[in-house]
């Protein structure tokens, strides 16, 4: 099921907004995707965490996936507590848990270690302080390369920006320490839906750090691969990472995080106040500072995908007429003047007490929400596999003041 076709169904309309929505159907159709080029490539697939943490839907990933992937000490602790099957280590269905840090400190590493199959250090001054301790527990240990090359639009969030700290690139020094790793990750894609861009990268990897990789026996290449896509050429991914696989003698990872759960979450608000100033603007109960953060950082626009009850609409935000004097601005209800959704040309104006739904709000949402201005957080609610509806986790002012002191 596709996120444009989700309809506020009668279940729902009497549940306090704001709320995101997860759909688990959605959430599957996507872990099918991740199974198949599992299956054709050989690589193994872990959520990144940091991307998607919402533990309240792991039952339905788990089938699909090999484990999780963590940026910090929390994220592997949950990683290992909620999608591990760690009750039996000879489970040959374990799930693995991978721990990587931008910077591991000297008194989170023994708990670190405590949740992780396998740990990735950033920096080779990283690994030199905490490998003794992964290698006396016979935890396979990785180093982040950093290959200087990406497919990333924004320089935020681009691994190979100059000046990185994420990974080391120098060829000499990685090869001075091979005798203490077996593996490598490198992550420098963001929602590449390019797979001749993808291939190329690789490539450049390959020339760049060939003679290592085939030292090495796994090699993770991060998340950001946008494979999720229907036009996207599944196959050709699958071979390329299966020839990958074969040249070097490597097991690949992947680390999905937006591609497990793309087109799988709506925000669901409603109006709460009408304007007019050159243009029709609308305030909703949520905000984009708060709740949908990566809006503001890539200054982009949320997809409606619905208006109302009755009536769904779908904007693609590229078919917006930003001149439009009859276009609607809804805004977020933060006091920050910058706080927009987006500009949309709606078939009616909005009216106090509408329901307006916002598309991809699952990934990079409700890992990042926080309390600015004390708007209340919304709700967690998740639409099961069954149909039914789990309002899975309600925040209030006690948890609001309890963040602050
Ligand atoms: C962010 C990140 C991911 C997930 O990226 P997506 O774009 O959400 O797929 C995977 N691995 C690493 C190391 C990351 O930093």
Same mark, same amino acid.
Request: glycine share 6%; hydrophobic share 40%.
């Given at each position: 099921?596709?996120?444009?076709?989700?309809?506020?169904?009668?279940?729902?309309? %009497?549940?306090?907004?704001?709320?995101?929505?997860?759909?688990?159907?959605?959430?599957?159709?996507?872990?099918?995707?991740?199974?198949?080029?599992?299956?054709?490539?050989?690589?193994?697939?872990?959520?990144?965490?940091?991307?998607?943490?919402?533990?309240?839907?792991?039952?339905?990933?788990?089938?699909?996936?090999?484990?999780?992937?963590?940026?910090?000490?929390?994220?592997?602790?949950?990683?290992?507590?909620?999608?591990?099957?760690n009750?039996?280590?000879?489970? %040959?269905?374990?799930?693995?848990?991978?721990a990587? %840090?931008?910077?591991?400190?000297?008194?989170?590493?023994?708990?670190?270690?405590?949740?992780?199959?396998?740990?990735?250090?950033?920096?080779?001054?990283?690994?030199?302080?905490?490998?003794?301790?992964?290698?006396?527990?016979d935890?396979?240990?990785?180093?982040?390369?950093?290959?200087?090359?990406?497919?990333?639009?924004?320089?935020?969030?681009?691994?190979?920006?100059?000046?990185?700290?994420?990974?080391?690139?120098?060829?000499?020094?990685?090869?001075?320490?091979?005798?203490d790793?077996?593996?490598?990750?490198?992550?420098?894609?963001?929602?590449?839906?390019?797979?001749?861009?993808?291939?190329?990268?690789?490539?450049?990897?390959?020339?760049?750090?060939?003679?290592?990789?085939?030292?090495?026996e796994?090699?993770?290449?991060?998340?950001?691969?946008?494979?999720?896509?229907?036009?996207?050429?599944?196959?050709?991914?699958?071979?390329?990472?299966?020839?990958?696989?074969?040249?070097?003698?490597?097991?690949?990872?992947?680390?999905?995080g937006?591609?497990?759960?793309?087109?799988?979450?709506?925000?669901?608000?409603?109006?709460?106040?009408?304007?007019?100033?050159?243009?029709?603007?609308?305030?909703?109960?949520?905000?984009?500072?708060?709740?949908?953060?990566?809006?503001?950082?890539?200054?982009?626009?949320?997809?409606?995908?619905?208006?109302?009850?009755? %009536?769904?609409?779908?904007?693609?935000?590229?078919?917006?007429?930003?001149?439009?004097?009859?276009?609607?601005?809804?805004?977020?209800?933060s006091?920050?003047?910058?706080?927009?959704?987006?500009?949309?040309?709606?078939?009616?104006?909005?009216?106090?007490?509408?329901?307006?739904?916002?598309?991809?709000?699952?990934g990079?949402?409700?890992?990042?929400?926080?309390?600015?201005?004390?708007?209340?957080?919304?709700?967690?609610?998740?639409?099961?596999?069954?149909?039914?509806?789990?309002v899975?986790?309600?925040?209030?002012?006690?948890?609001?003041?309890?963040?602050?002191?």
């Open positions: 099921m596709n996120v444009e076709n989700t309809v506020i169904t009668s279940d729902l309309s %009497s549940l306090p907004t704001p709320y995101y929505l997860l759909d688990e159907t959605a959430i599957v159709a996507n872990m099918q995707i991740i199974a198949r080029l599992c299956e054709l490539s050989g690589a193994k697939a872990l959520l990144a965490l940091k991307c998607f943490a919402t533990w309240g839907v792991f039952d339905v990933m788990q089938p699909y996936l090999h484990g999780t992937t963590s940026s910090s000490l929390n994220e592997v602790r949950l990683g290992y507590e909620t999608f591990g099957n009750s039996d280590a000879n489970n %040959s269905d374990k799930k693995e848990t991978h990587y %840090s931008v910077a591991y400190s000297a008194d989170e590493i023994d708990e670190v270690l405590s949740y992780a199959d396998k740990i990735i250090f950033n920096s080779i001054s990283q690994l030199h302080a905490f490998k003794d301790k992964a290698h006396a527990q935890i396979p240990v990785g180093l982040r390369l950093n290959p200087k090359t990406s497919n990333s639009s924004f320089i935020i969030a681009d691994p190979a920006r100059p000046f990185s700290r994420l990974g080391e690139h120098d060829k000499d020094k990685i090869a001075a320490v091979l005798g790793i077996t593996g490598v990750m490198i992550h420098n894609n963001c929602e590449n839906d390019s797979f001749e861009a993808f291939s190329a990268s690789l490539a450049d990897i390959e020339d760049r750090f060939g003679d290592i990789l085939a030292q090495l796994w090699v993770s290449l991060g998340g950001g691969i946008h494979f999720i896509a229907p036009s996207y050429p599944l196959e050709k991914l699958a071979d390329r990472l299966k020839g990958f696989s074969e040249k070097y003698g490597v097991q690949v990872y992947l680390e999905p937006e591609a497990s759960i793309h087109g799988a979450g709506t925000l669901v608000t409603t109006v709460l106040d009408t304007m007019h100033n050159d243009k029709n603007l609308a305030v909703v109960d949520a905000s984009i500072e708060a709740h949908m953060l990566d809006l503001l950082i890539y200054r982009e626009s949320a997809p409606i995908t619905s208006v109302n009850a009755e %009536s769904v609409e779908v904007l693609p935000v590229e078919q917006v007429q930003q001149d439009a004097a009859d276009n609607t601005i809804i805004y977020g209800r006091c920050l003047a910058g706080d927009i959704f987006g500009e949309y040309a709606l078939a009616h104006e909005l009216q106090v007490g509408d329901t307006v739904a916002f598309g991809n709000a699952a990079y949402t409700m890992v990042k929400k926080n309390w600015f201005n004390g708007v209340n957080m919304p709700a967690i609610v998740i639409r099961r596999l069954d149909g039914s509806i789990d899975q986790r309600e925040f209030d002012y006690q948890d609001y003041k309890a963040s602050l002191s």
